[in-house]
């Protein structure tokens, strides 16, 4: 795993016995988010694109590296990591959904989308559920609900 961020008050980022940056060197230390060039040093002396340039020497010593999509880009359906090195891995979803109904006792329709692609419940009225004790639960996700309080219930999910 590569952190791609710095903490350049950390011990290991001081300078403190390194020589002077060699004259050779001829790029500038930039800034960037919650980074400013006032916090390099003559260890710090580029803190730019580091994920990149780690990930290429780990090629070359024969590491995979694979890295998030991201959801970025400039348009929809694009990526922002774009390094020819890098696998880069994204997400989708199904382009399917099992539309539902459900018919209130006061004959109010609440059209949505379910999980439960069987027959239609025939047992007459069944009791709403909403558990928002956490994130999980509110979007009933897997382990996240009491069996008890749920079993027999139409569950509403964020």
Request: with cysteine; glycine share 10%.
């Amino acid at each position: 795993m590569i952190d791609a961020g710095i903490w350049p008050e950390r011990e290991s980022f001081s300078d403190q016995g390194l020589r002077l940056v060699p004259a050779r060197w001829k790029g500038i230390c930039e800034s960037g988010q919650a980074f400013n060039s006032s916090q390099c040093n003559r260890k710090i002396i580029g803190a730019r694109d580091p994920k990149e340039i780690v990930a290429f020497g780990a090629i070359e010593k024969g590491v995979f590296i694979s890295s998030a999509a991201g959801n970025d880009g400039p348009f929809l359906a694009t990526l922002s990591n774009t390094t020819p090195w890098i696998t880069t891995v994204g997400a989708s979803n199904i382009e399917r959904d099992f539309p539902t109904s459900i018919v209130l006792c006061n004959q109010e329709v609440y059209i949505g989308t379910s999980i439960y692609r069987g027959n239609a419940i025939s047992q007459g009225a069944l009791p709403l559920v909403y558990v928002s004790t956490n994130n999980n639960s509110r979007r009933c996700l897997a382990g996240s609900l009491d069996a008890n309080v749920v079993s027999g219930k139409i569950m509403v999910c964020d």
